[in-house]
């Protein structure tokens, strides 16, 4: 396919595939101005995502990507809130919410890197992917050298939290025997992925409302490929 026609390609998705790009007045919009808009959408909508998460309460205060326990230490959580140990069950809750909100911040980079780069055969894909295109997208790229990241100071900030040194130890053996799942044997693991989660979601949503209000953003390209 030539470039004219991918571009005439990549344009039609958007005006017409139905996904949500209000592109209705851009019949004439070229292969390089629908891949800008698609890219800065995306790197403004990382942006705010990361700037949101990556603060206080940016988790813990956020109903959507607010990390709850561990699957395998809920059942544990319910004794020791009867045996008056409530205060330890909060401690580690707020112990992992904390860590994803100081881990978020290391995204940004790798984030914006991934949106550059981006060809457009990328930008075909988020638009052809429905929901969950920009998720995958970042997810794909990003998630393993993010995870890379986030662990240790994920790691470094739920160590200090009693509760999770013995949960990993028993959640350990208990996953050996399949009574854990593998996937949350490990508080820091656990912590790492549920933050990329909340991250990848919340890129999703930040990229929807600049689509919904371009003109807000004050930027050219984005009035003119999605206003």
């Not at 019949?27 to 603060?55: I, M, P, Q």
């Not at 052809?128 to 995958?136: A, E, P, Q, R």
Request: one cysteine or more.
């Amino acid at each position: 396919m030539q470039r004219r026609d991918c571009g005439r390609w990549l344009g039609g998705w958007m005006l017409g595939a139905g996904l949500g790009w209000p592109l209705a007045r851009a019949a004439g919009l070229s292969e390089a101005d629908a891949s800008l808009g698609v890219k800065t959408a995306l790197e403004r909508g990382a942006s705010s995502a990361v700037a949101l998460l990556g603060r206080p309460d940016g988790f813990l205060g956020n109903p959507q990507v607010r990390i709850p326990l561990p699957s395998g230490l809920k059942e544990a959580a319910q004794l020791l809130k009867f045996t008056g140990q409530q205060k330890r069950v909060d401690e580690l809750v707020t112990a992992m919410n904390r860590a994803a909100e100081a881990a978020v911040p290391e995204a940004k980079t790798l984030l914006v890197q991934a949106v550059k780069t981006m060809s457009v055969e990328d930008a075909v894909g988020i638009v052809k992917g429905g929901d969950t295109s920009v998720t995958d997208f970042f997810a794909r790229r990003t998630r393993a050298p993010l995870t890379d990241r986030f662990l240790p100071i994920v790691t470094q900030a739920t160590e200090k939290v009693d509760l999770a040194a013995k949960y990993n130890a028993v959640a350990g053996k208990a996953s050996g025997l399949g009574l854990v799942a593998q996937e949350d044997a490990n508080v820091q693991q656990y912590v790492t992925r549920k933050a990329l989660d909340g991250l990848y979601l919340m890129i999703g949503q930040e990229e929807k409302k600049i689509r919904r209000d371009p003109v807000g953003t004050g930027s050219a390209i984005l009035k003119k490929v999605f206003g």
